[in-house]
């Protein structure tokens, strides 16, 4: 039994701990196609092509449930896959559902109509790919009436923390909340809408205010994948091992991804 996790890079690993935490007994296989990163500066088609073959490479290693945690490859390619692309008993699951159903306080599940939430204000960091889709604001109209998103597309930021600059990455958290700023003084609440970002939330933070609710989506989406497992027992596939399947050099992304996790981790060639 194994569950795929697929980002462009070293981001999902800040989901893969969560899941990995909450649901120890489950072997997790991770893909970071790291060559490729990043994704938010890709166009949908392209990031669908990546995406799908990844997910093809994850399904060999006996995942039948790809989790995208890439808020890119959720907007761009997820519906597409789900639509059109996946085959019978293989399924894709994006990460922005948990995420918006938190921060419009509603259970897994719930369908009633959109209603009034308590955040009226809200802040969104993201690709510049995820922040284009607008799928954010669409899955969050399902939801929730009455309140203003402004989007910040948060350029160059995802280059640096795959190249483990921090100090170029806090610089740009800096600028990018500003500009944020700018265009809304006072959120209530912050999305960090990109699963590398939570990397620096703690740059965020400080950046947005003590004030400010800010979400990130690793523990959201490790509470809605037990869930999920809990109600399709099947979907654990096959696969027995976790392991860490990169398209970049192992030995670098190994390196990247040891500093972040802070525990060893060893990636291998995915291809
Ligand atoms: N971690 C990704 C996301 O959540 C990827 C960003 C990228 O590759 O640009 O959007």
């Known amino acids: 039994m194994a569950v795929g ?62 989790i995208l945690a890439c808020n890119t490859a959720s907007a761009a390619a997820l ?31 719930d369908n009633s109509p959109p209603r009034e939430v308590n955040v009226k204000h809200v802040a969104l960091f993201a690709t510049p790919a995820t922040v284009a889709s607008r799928a954010f604001q669409r899955e969050l109209a399902f939801r929730a009436i009455g309140v203003d998103v402004e989007a910040q597309s948060c350029g160059g930021l995802v280059d640096a923390i795959e190249e483990g600059d921090m100090i170029l990455a806090e610089a740009l958290v800096r600028s990018h909340t500003d500009a944020l700023l700018r265009k809304m003084p006072h959120p209530d609440a912050a999305i960090l809408g990109c699963t590398h970002y939570p990397l620096m939330e703690r740059e965020f933070q400080a950046a947005l205010g003590a004030h400010v609710k800010v979400f990130s989506q690793a523990n959201l989406v490790a509470e809605s994948l037990a869930d999920y497992l809990e109600r399709h027992p099947v979907m654990i596939g096959e696969g027995s091992a976790s392991k860490f399947l990169t398209t970049g050099d192992p030995l670098r992304v190994s390196g990247h991804a040891t500093n972040f996790l802070r525990r060893p981790v060893s990636f291998e060639a995915a291809f």
């Open 5 to 66: 996790i697929f980002d462009s890079g070293l981001g999902g690993l800040t989901v893969l701990d969560a899941v990995s935490k909450r649901l120890p007994e489950v072997p997790f296989v991770y893909f970071g196609d790291n060559m490729h990163a990043p994704y938010g500066v890709r166009d949908a088609d392209d990031v669908f092509n990546l995406t799908t073959r990844a997910t093809e490479r994850l399904w060999e290693e006996g995942c039948d449930l790809v």
């Open 79 to 109: 519906r597409r896959m789900q639509e059109s692309w996946l085959p019978q008993g293989k399924r894709a699951l994006g990460v922005f559902v948990p995420l918006i159903e938190a921060l419009t306080e509603r259970q897994w599940g």
